[in-house]
């Protein structure tokens, strides 16, 4: 394997684990994951070799992660840092309420800081960072790259459908490494559908529930809302309905400009991004291309590239459409992961220890 030199990895932030099974997908060690939300045990040791720990990045003793890297030959620290201060929804909703000027750096913020005190300590030998396209203008993201003084630094904007990820997602990837100068290349995967994802999975109705998969679930629609989802176009707006199904707020100057809300997906092309409110109808362009109902969790999370059979809760704990959806919409893509772990294997078969 390309990999003869072991890789082990400890991924911060590590969520529900789409960045850890990607790497481990790609032939990387992933050793230890590490988040605050104790929902992200169950995913991370389900489905993955690594061990999880509930912990604080800020606070968290780092000869832990000194400790899950001995052994390996090549140390990896991955991480995506929360990113409601950068996303599109937070900022719009900033604006709204006049926020914003002369407004002091979040919490959130400051995990990206705590990333890098954790990188500075630990010194790993490869980096990574994935997190959302705006935070590459914020003075944030520069202070972290300042800080990265003895690596070699690649860093650029991904559109994740060039990757084969069946989801029109444009991410910040960053790779670092001591061994020897990185580069993130261009893309051109062929583009994955919505179709060729989702397609085969059984049909539901809107509140139903598939009895061999209780993730494969569907939030129930109230009776004017399955009256919308019944003239929605695949691709289309609200705009499709007649002037008695649409909203007040449709015909406000605010309305107009968010026409994917209440829309459905399209068979033939990547689906949108899938946020953590992607189970709901009249959240984004979250309606099936053909059934009456939006997405399922299932459908979700197959669409941020987790297999069919990934378990993201306790086969005992009733499914919660916001918990399962928190987990699913915040992960890091699995293509994206694994699409990284092959670029850092192919980079330490190249520049071996760094000599």
């Known amino acids: ?13 590590c969520g529900a684990g789409g960045l850890t099974y990607g790497l481990e997908r790609a032939g990387i060690h992933v050793k230890l994951g590490i988040d605050i939300d104790p929902a992200c045990a169950h995913p991370i040791e389900q489905n993955s070799k690594a061990t999880f720990l509930q912990a604080d990045v800020a606070t968290v003793d780092h000869t832990v992660i000194e400790k899950a890297f001995s052994g390996g030959h090549v140390k990896l620290l991955a991480g995506c840092a929360p990113c409601q201060p950068f996303s599109t929804y937070s900022r719009a909703a900033k604006q709204k309420h006049g926020e914003g000027a002369g407004e002091k750096r979040s919490e959130d913020w400051r995990l990206v800081e705590h990333f890098g005190k954790v990188i500075r300590s630990t010194q790993p030998d490869l980096i990574t960072m994935e997190n959302v396209a705006p935070l590459a203008q914020q003075p944030i993201f ?3 790259l300042d800080g990265l003084d003895g690596y070699w630094v690649d860093w650029k904007i ?9 989801q029109t997602r444009k991410r910040l990837v960053l790779l670092a490494s001591k061994l020897g100068p990185i580069t993130i290349p261009e893309f051109d995967s062929p583009i994955k559908t919505v179709k060729s994802v989702i397609g085969k999975l059984p049909a539901i109705t809107a509140g139903e529930q598939d009895p061999t998969d209780r993730l494969h679930r569907a939030s129930r629609l109230s009776p004017t809302n399955l009256k919308r989802i019944r003239h929605s176009l695949p691709g289309g707006t609200w705009r499709d309905w007649p002037n ?10 605010t309305g107009a400009t968010y026409p994917s809300v209440y829309g459905r997906m399209k068979w033939n ?9 992607c189970f709901g ?3 984004g362009r979250f309606g099936h291309p053909e059934q009456d109902r ?3 969790l299932r459908e979700a999370a197959m669409l941020q590239g987790f297999p069919q059979k990934y378990s993201f809760i306790p086969d005992d704990e009733p499914v919660s459409f916001a918990k399962v959806g928190r987990l699913i919409g915040n992960a890091v893509p ?7 772990g092959k670029l850092f294997i192919e980079h330490v078969a190249k520049h071996g220890n760094g000599q």
Do not use: W
């Not at 394997?1 to 932030?13: G, S």
């Not at 092309?269 to 409110?277: N, V």
């Open 158 to 166: 991904v559109e994740c459908h060039m990757l084969g990820l069946p």
């Open 1 to 13: 394997m390309l990999n003869a030199k072991r890789i082990f990895a400890v991924d911060l932030f």
């Open 334 to 340: 699995v293509t994206l992961g694994t699409v990284v």
């Open 281 to 283: 109808y009249g959240n």
């Open 142 to 144: 520069q202070e972290f």
């Open 294 to 296: 939006a997405i399922s």
């Open 269 to 277: 092309a990547p689906a949108p991004t899938i946020t953590t409110q």
């Open 244 to 253: 008695e199904l649409r909203s007040a707020c449709h015909a406000k100057k």
